[in-house]
């Protein structure tokens, strides 16, 4: 999973980047910041407790901040946007703070305003990417037609549409066989959203910060995760060793760090589940989407798996809990086959059966 950060300036995305990374600025490169985080994962250090012998294998996210001194906003804007390109998820910060040492660009702060109006460039953005595109293939069908230019000249005219009647692409409808032409684009509103609420310091308490969560939830677009968190004071926390850390969190009534939050609304972004194979080698995590069968998790871990899917051998997590072990688990029966049609859930622990 690729999450690029955006948003105005001075809203604190080098705080956000150096919450969830752990990087400090001096780390920094002058034109990008990028960073790959091992994603924290209970179920899966359970399930190392009985392979010791194996490598731990987390999921992994990558993060890219664009780090610019940039204080415009159609420049900042512009910047974010293309530096993440490559990403699959926007990670939109928003400001939620006061600082009067740091005026804000539209002086005043305003969540709601700033979330439509980041919303409205990335519209505007991708109706520009449309109509580049479609010139660019009237260039190529005048010096040989062809019906697979003509084809996709009208689905992008079709996504112009959509984005001038402010659909994101996120929110429409499209058939997989034109989906596959416009994931070809990098459309800012087809990539997955995750705002992130950059707040006080005064409500930083995990029950404020899952209450501005929730009621940002009501008034954001439908396809949008939110999280709410403090960069400053996580910023602060970070410098602590775990003991002060966790005394002065529990002083402030937070129940994890921001790097948990984000990490936990970036997976509800993308739709994304984790599952579990284990090996001789390594005991591994994998990300899935939702709603993904059994072959699409085999071809994840190797194409060959996919190509000669047999069957699935299936423990849920809670059942290998009850058992206590690997081994008892095996003993008691609680496994199962499953098919290639089998929808992969969340926690799974899968032995794939296959032959080429």
């Not at 305003?110 to 439509?116: G, S």
């Not at 190509?307 to 699935?312: L, P």
């Not at 690997?326 to 003993?331: F, Y």
Request: hydrophobic share 40%; proline share 3%.
């Amino acid at each position: 999973m690729r999450i690029g950060l955006c948003g105005y300036p001075k809203v604190g995305k080098t705080s956000v980047f150096e919450v969830v990374s752990g990087l400090s600025s001096p780390a920094r490169t002058h034109s990008a910041s990028l960073a790959t985080v091992p994603v924290p994962d209970e179920r899966l250090d359970r399930l190392f407790s009985d392979f010791e012998k194996a490598k731990k294998v987390h999921t992994q996210i990558e993060y890219r901040d664009p780090h610019s001194r940039e204080t415009s906003v159609e420049g900042a804007t512009a910047l974010s946007l293309n530096a993440a390109n490559a990403a699959s998820v926007l990670a939109l910060v928003v400001r939620g703070f006061e600082n009067p040492n740091t005026p804000h660009v539209f002086d005043s702060i305003d969540p709601v305003r700033d979330v439509k109006l980041f919303l409205n460039r990335m519209l505007e953005r991708d109706i520009t990417v449309c109509e580049r595109r479609v010139e660019r293939i009237d260039v190529l069908y005048g010096k040989a037609k062809s019906d697979e230019l003509a084809r996709e000249r009208d689905i992008i005219r079709k996504c112009i549409g959509y984005l001038r009647d402010n659909r994101p692409l996120q929110q429409v409808q499209i058939c997989p066989a034109e989906r596959e032409t416009v994931r070809s684009i990098e459309f800012s509103t087809l990539k997955s959203l995750l705002i992130v609420l950059n707040v006080d310091e005064k409500d930083a308490a995990a029950s404020r910060l899952d209450e501005i969560t929730t009621e940002f939830k009501a008034i954001a677009p439908e396809y949008a995760a939110v999280v709410a968190l403090c960069a400053q004071l996580e910023c602060e926390l970070l410098e602590l060793d775990d003991d002060s850390r966790r005394m002065f969190m529990d002083d402030m009534g937070m129940t994890c760090l921001a790097q948990e939050r984000i990490i936990r609304a970036s997976f509800e972004a993308t739709e994304t589940i984790r599952f579990y194979t284990i090996g001789d080698d390594e005991v591994r995590a994998w990300p899935l989407k939702v709603g993904a069968s059994s072959v699409t998790a085999a071809g994840t871990v190797h194409s060959d798996m996919a190509r000669g899917f047999i069957r699935a051998d299936v423990l849920t997590y809670d059942n290998y809990l009850k058992a206590g072990s690997m081994r008892d688990a095996k003993t008691q029966k609680l496994g199962r086959l499953e098919g290639k049609d089998y929808i992969v859930a969340d926690g799974d622990i899968i032995e794939f059966r296959f032959n080429v």
